[in-house]
């Protein structure tokens, strides 16, 4: 499926390919009619989903619900809350990710790479469950109305900083800093958590600076600044 010219969403709209499907392809710009209201719900099982322009650049989206994919490139994004269910490839957010409404961004899949600005709204949390790794890039810089859980199996890399509104950051798994990070969560903040091991890249000697207010830091696991 590919949609090659601006497209203005009427209503909700379902987009699928099947569970061994093609490809969904998005060329042009996708905006919304009414800001928040129009869901956009994407399968493209094995097949890849790009978002070639901006999407709610004009008028925000309501929900993105990305049901299967293989690889997942977008630029910017914005809309109510975005959702992906299954990736089997790796999602790619290479512009500003911003959702207004409670849902936030929940991502599940195989690997993620955050490469722009991610902002949440309306206590919306950034939640990511990868059976991969996870990249964040120096300008991937995350900013919640919401907590930050971030799990990847394989690993997370993160050369950006994270600011919260008195809401928990948690890294859930292996963590080395690629880059100098800031963590914030204000000054009646919650808790900031590494449950496994941080580590710094190979003889870069990056800093890491915590503010958690009210709220603990903790490290339940080694912190090594040798590597």
Same mark, same amino acid.
């Given at each position: 499926?590919?949609?090659?010219?601006?497209?203005?969403?009427?209503?909700?709209?379902?987009?699928?390919?099947?569970?061994?499907?093609?490809?969904?392809?998005?060329?042009?710009?996708?905006?919304?009619?009414? *800001?928040?209201?129009?869901?956009?719900?994407?399968? *493209?099982?094995?097949?890849?989903?790009?978002?070639?322009?901006?999407? !709610?650049?004009?008028?925000?989206?309501?929900?993105?619900?990305?049901?299967?994919?293989?690889?997942?490139?977008?630029?910017?994004?914005?809309?109510?809350?975005?959702?992906?269910?299954?990736?089997?490839?790796?999602?790619?957010?290479? !512009?500003?990710?911003?959702?207004?409404?409670?849902? !936030?961004?929940?991502?599940?899949?195989?690997?993620?790479?955050?490469?722009?600005?991610?902002?949440?709204?309306? *206590?919306?949390?950034?939640?990511?469950?990868?059976?991969?790794?996870?990249?964040?890039?120096?300008?991937?810089?995350?900013?919640?109305?919401?907590?930050?859980?971030?799990?990847?199996? !394989?690993?997370? *890399?993160?050369?950006?900083?994270?600011?919260?509104?008195?809401?928990?950051?948690?890294?859930?798994?292996?963590?080395?800093?690629?880059?100098?990070?800031?963590?914030?969560?204000?000054?009646?903040?919650?808790?900031?958590?590494?449950?496994?091991?941080?580590?710094?890249?190979?003889?870069?000697?990056?800093?890491?600076?915590?503010?958690?207010?009210?709220?603990?830091?903790?490290?339940?696991?080694?912190?090594?600044?040798?590597?």
């Amino acid at each position: 499926i590919t949609l090659n010219s601006a497209t203005t969403m009427s209503g909700d709209i379902a987009l699928s390919t099947g569970p061994n499907g093609g490809a969904i392809t998005l060329n042009s710009t996708l905006d919304g009619s009414t *800001a928040s209201a129009e869901d956009l719900k994407l399968t *493209a099982g094995t097949g890849n989903i790009d978002f070639n322009a901006a999407v !709610g650049g004009t008028t925000r989206l309501g929900a993105i619900d990305i049901v299967s994919a293989a690889d997942v490139d977008a630029l910017a994004l914005t809309a109510a809350s975005i959702l992906q269910q299954a990736g089997s490839g790796t999602t790619t957010f290479g !512009g500003a990710i911003d959702t207004n409404a409670a849902a !936030g961004v929940s991502i599940t899949g195989s690997h993620l790479s955050l490469e722009d600005s991610l902002t949440t709204g309306n *206590a919306g949390p950034f939640t990511t469950v990868l059976s991969g790794t996870a990249a964040i890039l120096a300008a991937g810089n995350i900013s919640t109305d919401g907590t930050v859980s971030l799990t990847a199996t !394989g690993g997370i *890399a993160t050369a950006g900083d994270i600011t919260t509104t008195a809401d928990a950051i948690t890294f859930a798994s292996a963590t080395t800093l690629t880059d100098n990070i800031t963590l914030n969560t204000g000054a009646t903040g919650g808790t900031i958590t590494f449950s496994s091991t941080l580590d710094s890249s190979a003889d870069a000697g990056n800093s890491l600076t915590v503010t958690a207010g009210n709220g603990d830091p903790d490290f339940d696991a080694a912190v090594c600044w040798a590597t």
